[in-house]
Protein backbone atom coordinates (compact mmCIF):
# COMPACT_ATOMS: atom_id res chain seq x y z
CA UNK A 1 0.00 0.00 0.00
CA UNK A 2 1.51 3.58 -0.82
CA UNK A 3 0.73 6.82 0.96
CA UNK A 4 0.91 10.03 0.15
CA UNK A 5 2.68 13.08 2.43
CA UNK A 6 -0.81 14.04 3.31
CA UNK A 7 -1.94 11.20 4.26
CA UNK A 8 1.16 9.96 6.49
CA UNK A 9 0.67 13.63 8.14
CA UNK A 10 -2.72 13.15 8.71
CA UNK A 11 -2.10 9.66 10.52
CA UNK A 12 1.18 10.95 12.26
CA UNK A 13 -0.71 14.02 13.45
CA UNK A 14 -3.83 11.91 15.11
CA UNK A 15 -1.00 9.85 16.59
CA UNK A 16 0.63 12.79 18.47
CA UNK A 17 -2.59 14.59 19.39
CA UNK A 18 -4.02 11.10 21.29
CA UNK A 19 -0.22 10.86 22.87
CA UNK A 20 -0.92 14.21 24.45
CA UNK A 21 1.70 16.60 22.51
CA UNK A 22 1.33 19.76 21.96
CA UNK A 23 0.95 21.42 18.48
CA UNK A 24 0.79 17.78 17.07
CA UNK A 25 0.34 18.61 13.33
CA UNK A 26 3.47 21.04 13.21
CA UNK A 27 5.52 18.56 15.19
CA UNK A 28 4.14 15.58 12.68
CA UNK A 29 5.31 18.32 9.92
CA UNK A 30 8.75 18.66 11.73
CA UNK A 31 9.57 15.08 11.86
CA UNK A 32 8.73 14.24 8.32
CA UNK A 33 10.59 17.48 7.14
CA UNK A 34 13.38 16.41 8.66
CA UNK A 35 13.26 12.68 7.28
CA UNK A 36 12.88 14.21 3.58
CA UNK A 37 15.28 16.53 4.44
CA UNK A 38 12.40 19.04 2.95
CA UNK A 39 11.45 22.14 4.41
CA UNK A 40 7.68 22.85 5.71
CA UNK A 41 6.55 24.01 1.79
CA UNK A 42 7.82 21.14 0.36
CA UNK A 43 5.65 19.01 2.30
CA UNK A 44 2.40 21.21 1.52
CA UNK A 45 3.16 21.62 -2.44
CA UNK A 46 3.79 18.27 -2.74
CA UNK A 47 1.05 16.58 -0.28
CA UNK A 48 0.32 14.25 -3.00
CA UNK A 49 3.38 12.91 -3.46
CA UNK A 50 3.85 8.94 -2.50
CA UNK A 51 6.04 7.89 -0.03
CA UNK A 52 8.03 4.43 -0.12
CA UNK A 53 7.17 2.08 2.47
CA UNK A 54 10.79 2.21 3.95
CA UNK A 55 9.87 5.82 4.65
CA UNK A 56 6.44 5.47 6.09
CA UNK A 57 8.10 2.78 8.38
CA UNK A 58 10.57 5.15 9.44
CA UNK A 59 8.75 7.71 10.05
CA UNK A 60 5.97 5.82 12.48
CA UNK A 61 9.02 4.74 14.21
CA UNK A 62 9.87 8.63 15.34
CA UNK A 63 5.92 9.32 15.58
CA UNK A 64 5.37 6.65 18.06
CA UNK A 65 8.84 7.87 20.05
CA UNK A 66 7.54 11.41 19.83
CA UNK A 67 3.76 9.99 20.88
CA UNK A 68 5.64 8.66 24.24
CA UNK A 69 7.24 11.67 25.11
CA UNK A 70 10.45 12.11 24.08
CA UNK A 71 11.33 15.31 22.79
CA UNK A 72 11.73 16.43 19.44
CA UNK A 73 15.19 17.00 19.59
CA UNK A 74 16.42 14.02 20.98
CA UNK A 75 14.67 12.25 18.11
CA UNK A 76 16.57 14.70 15.40
CA UNK A 77 19.69 15.46 16.99
CA UNK A 78 19.41 19.16 16.65
CA UNK A 79 18.16 22.64 17.81
CA UNK A 80 18.85 25.61 16.18
CA UNK A 81 20.05 28.17 19.05
CA UNK A 82 21.23 32.34 18.09
CA UNK A 83 20.59 31.15 14.20
CA UNK A 84 22.83 28.05 14.78
CA UNK A 85 22.21 24.53 14.65
CA UNK A 86 23.80 22.45 17.62
CA UNK A 87 24.12 18.65 17.90
CA UNK A 88 22.54 17.60 20.59
CA UNK A 89 21.53 14.25 22.81
CA UNK A 90 20.36 13.28 25.91
CA UNK A 91 23.56 13.70 27.43
CA UNK A 92 22.71 17.90 27.57
CA UNK A 93 19.77 20.13 28.06
CA UNK A 94 18.06 21.20 24.96
CA UNK A 95 18.95 24.95 24.19
CA UNK A 96 15.97 27.20 25.12
CA UNK A 97 15.01 30.34 23.52
CA UNK A 98 15.33 32.06 26.43
CA UNK A 99 18.80 31.27 27.47
CA UNK A 100 19.55 33.36 23.88
CA UNK A 101 18.73 36.27 26.28
CA UNK A 102 21.91 35.43 27.95
CA UNK A 103 23.84 35.71 25.02
CA UNK A 104 22.44 38.84 24.03
CA UNK A 105 23.31 39.86 27.73
CA UNK A 106 26.85 38.72 27.49
CA UNK A 107 27.45 40.47 23.92
CA UNK A 108 26.78 43.78 25.18
CA UNK A 109 29.14 44.08 27.64
CA UNK A 110 32.13 40.91 26.34
CA UNK A 111 34.00 43.78 24.53
CA UNK A 112 35.88 43.26 21.11
CA UNK A 113 38.22 40.30 22.66
CA UNK A 114 36.96 38.97 25.78
CA UNK A 115 38.43 35.69 27.87
CA UNK A 116 35.08 33.80 28.92
CA UNK A 117 34.06 31.04 30.99
CA UNK A 118 30.81 29.27 30.54
CA UNK A 119 30.10 27.19 33.51
CA UNK A 120 28.12 23.98 33.11
CA UNK A 121 28.70 24.21 28.77
CA UNK A 122 26.01 21.59 28.11
CA UNK A 123 26.23 21.26 24.48
CA UNK A 124 28.08 24.07 24.27
CA UNK A 125 25.36 26.96 23.07
CA UNK A 126 26.33 29.52 24.87
CA UNK A 127 30.26 29.99 24.95
CA UNK A 128 30.77 28.83 21.10
CA UNK A 129 27.69 31.18 20.20
CA UNK A 130 30.12 33.71 21.70
CA UNK A 131 32.58 32.31 19.83
CA UNK A 132 30.87 32.60 16.50
CA UNK A 133 29.87 36.08 17.27
CA UNK A 134 33.18 37.60 18.81
CA UNK A 135 36.18 36.21 16.60
CA UNK A 136 38.48 37.30 18.57
CA UNK A 137 37.05 35.73 21.87
CA UNK A 138 38.41 32.51 23.57
CA UNK A 139 36.51 30.35 25.82
CA UNK A 140 36.69 27.92 28.47
CA UNK A 141 34.01 25.38 28.64
CA UNK A 142 33.41 23.29 31.29
CA UNK A 143 31.08 20.70 32.17
CA UNK A 144 31.47 17.73 35.00
CA UNK A 145 29.39 15.27 32.28
CA UNK A 146 32.98 14.01 30.17
CA UNK A 147 29.76 12.85 27.52
CA UNK A 148 28.31 16.54 27.63
CA UNK A 149 31.68 17.74 27.18
CA UNK A 150 32.12 15.44 23.86
CA UNK A 151 28.83 16.82 22.48
CA UNK A 152 30.30 20.34 23.05
CA UNK A 153 33.60 19.83 21.53
CA UNK A 154 31.11 18.54 18.20
CA UNK A 155 29.38 21.25 18.21
CA UNK A 156 32.65 23.28 18.41
CA UNK A 157 34.38 21.93 15.30
CA UNK A 158 31.05 22.39 13.16
CA UNK A 159 30.93 25.96 14.37
CA UNK A 160 34.65 25.98 13.50
CA UNK A 161 35.69 27.73 16.81
CA UNK A 162 37.52 24.55 18.48
CA UNK A 163 40.62 26.57 18.11
CA UNK A 164 39.65 29.20 20.29
CA UNK A 165 37.76 26.91 22.67
CA UNK A 166 39.34 25.12 26.02
CA UNK A 167 36.94 22.50 27.36
CA UNK A 168 37.79 21.19 30.93
CA UNK A 169 35.54 18.63 32.95
CA UNK A 170 35.07 20.23 36.32
CA UNK A 171 32.28 20.24 38.70
CA UNK A 172 32.03 24.31 38.85
CA UNK A 173 35.65 25.62 39.23
CA UNK A 174 37.40 22.77 41.15
CA UNK A 175 38.90 21.62 38.10
CA UNK A 176 40.51 25.47 37.45
CA UNK A 177 43.54 27.24 39.14
CA UNK A 178 42.45 30.77 39.67
CA UNK A 179 46.35 31.79 39.76
CA UNK A 180 46.26 30.28 35.38
CA UNK A 181 42.76 31.88 35.01
CA UNK A 182 41.12 35.20 35.13
CA UNK A 183 38.10 35.75 32.79
CA UNK A 184 36.42 38.83 31.65
CA UNK A 185 33.27 36.85 31.43
CA UNK A 186 31.56 34.12 33.58
CA UNK A 187 28.42 32.90 32.17
CA UNK A 188 26.27 30.17 33.18
CA UNK A 189 22.88 28.08 32.93
CA UNK A 190 23.53 26.47 35.83
CA UNK A 191 20.90 23.60 37.21
CA UNK A 192 18.47 25.44 39.39
CA UNK A 193 15.19 23.29 39.49
CA UNK A 194 13.88 22.97 42.98
CA UNK A 195 14.27 18.80 43.76
CA UNK A 196 10.56 19.46 44.71
CA UNK A 197 9.60 20.92 41.63
CA UNK A 198 11.10 18.19 39.03
CA UNK A 199 7.92 16.44 39.30
CA UNK A 200 5.80 19.26 38.20
CA UNK A 201 8.02 19.26 34.78
CA UNK A 202 6.54 18.56 31.26
CA UNK A 203 7.41 15.03 30.47
CA UNK A 204 9.85 15.81 28.31
CA UNK A 205 11.69 17.85 30.57
CA UNK A 206 11.10 15.75 33.19
CA UNK A 207 11.66 12.06 31.77
CA UNK A 208 14.17 12.59 29.04
CA UNK A 209 16.45 15.64 30.08
CA UNK A 210 19.95 14.61 32.12
CA UNK A 211 18.41 15.54 35.40
CA UNK A 212 21.92 16.67 36.97
CA UNK A 213 21.76 19.44 34.22
CA UNK A 214 18.32 20.39 35.50
CA UNK A 215 18.53 20.28 39.38
CA UNK A 216 20.97 20.41 41.99
CA UNK A 217 18.67 18.96 44.89
CA UNK A 218 17.38 20.94 47.70
CA UNK A 219 16.40 24.59 46.89
CA UNK A 220 17.76 24.52 43.22
CA UNK A 221 20.33 27.23 44.57
CA UNK A 222 23.50 25.34 45.39
CA UNK A 223 25.00 26.19 42.11
CA UNK A 224 24.27 29.58 42.06
CA UNK A 225 25.44 29.99 45.44
CA UNK A 226 29.26 28.40 44.24
CA UNK A 227 29.27 30.85 41.23
CA UNK A 228 28.40 33.81 43.70
CA UNK A 229 30.68 32.61 46.06
CA UNK A 230 33.50 31.46 44.09
CA UNK A 231 33.25 32.98 40.34
CA UNK A 232 35.01 36.35 42.37
CA UNK A 233 38.48 34.46 42.18
CA UNK A 234 38.38 33.53 38.47
CA UNK A 235 37.57 36.69 37.44
CA UNK A 236 39.50 40.21 36.58
CA UNK A 237 38.67 43.71 38.40
CA UNK A 238 35.41 45.49 37.06
CA UNK A 239 34.37 41.77 35.17
CA UNK A 240 31.13 40.46 35.01
CA UNK A 241 28.89 37.40 36.01
CA UNK A 242 25.91 36.28 34.08
CA UNK A 243 23.38 33.66 35.53
CA UNK A 244 20.54 32.25 33.80
CA UNK A 245 18.03 31.72 36.83
CA UNK A 246 14.65 29.56 37.55
CA UNK A 247 11.21 32.11 37.30
CA UNK A 248 10.64 32.67 41.26
CA UNK A 249 14.40 32.73 42.05
CA UNK A 250 15.04 36.55 41.74
CA UNK A 251 14.80 37.98 45.38
CA UNK A 252 16.29 34.33 46.92
CA UNK A 253 19.68 35.33 44.56
CA UNK A 254 19.38 38.82 45.30
CA UNK A 255 20.13 37.83 48.85
CA UNK A 256 23.00 35.46 48.30
CA UNK A 257 25.07 38.26 46.85
CA UNK A 258 27.93 39.65 48.96
CA UNK A 259 28.01 43.25 48.21
CA UNK A 260 31.75 43.41 48.74
CA UNK A 261 32.31 40.91 46.32
CA UNK A 262 29.95 42.33 43.72
CA UNK A 263 27.74 44.39 42.23
CA UNK A 264 24.29 44.11 41.03
CA UNK A 265 24.06 45.42 37.53
CA UNK A 266 20.51 44.07 37.08
CA UNK A 267 17.66 41.06 36.64
CA UNK A 268 17.01 41.02 33.08
CA UNK A 269 13.62 39.72 32.44
CA UNK A 270 12.56 36.94 29.63
CA UNK A 271 10.07 37.88 27.15
CA UNK A 272 7.22 37.01 29.71
CA UNK A 273 8.53 39.32 31.98
CA UNK A 274 10.04 36.79 34.70
CA UNK A 275 13.16 37.70 35.88
CA UNK A 276 15.59 35.55 34.23
CA UNK A 277 19.66 36.87 34.00
CA UNK A 278 21.17 38.13 36.54
CA UNK A 279 24.08 40.54 35.93
CA UNK A 280 26.90 40.84 38.09
CA UNK A 281 30.20 42.84 38.10
CA UNK A 282 33.29 42.20 40.29
CA UNK A 283 33.32 45.30 42.84
Avoid at 127 to 147: P, Q, W
Avoid at 181 to 204: C, M, T
Wanted: aromatic share 6%; proline share 5%; charged share 25%.
Amino acid sequence: MTWTIAEVLREAAAELEHGGVPEARREAGSLLSFILGKDRTFLISHAKDETDEDLVGRYREFVERRAAGEPLQYITGVQDFYGREFRVTTDVLIPRPETELLVEAALQIAGAAPFICDVGTGSGCIALTLLCELVNARAVAIDKSAAALEIAKLNAQKLSVADRALFVQSDCFDSLDSREYEFDVIVSNPPYVAEKALQGLQREVRDHEPHVALSPGGDGLSVIRRLIDEGPGFIKPNGHMLMEIGFDQGEAVERLINDSAWSLREIRPDLQGIPRIVVLQKS
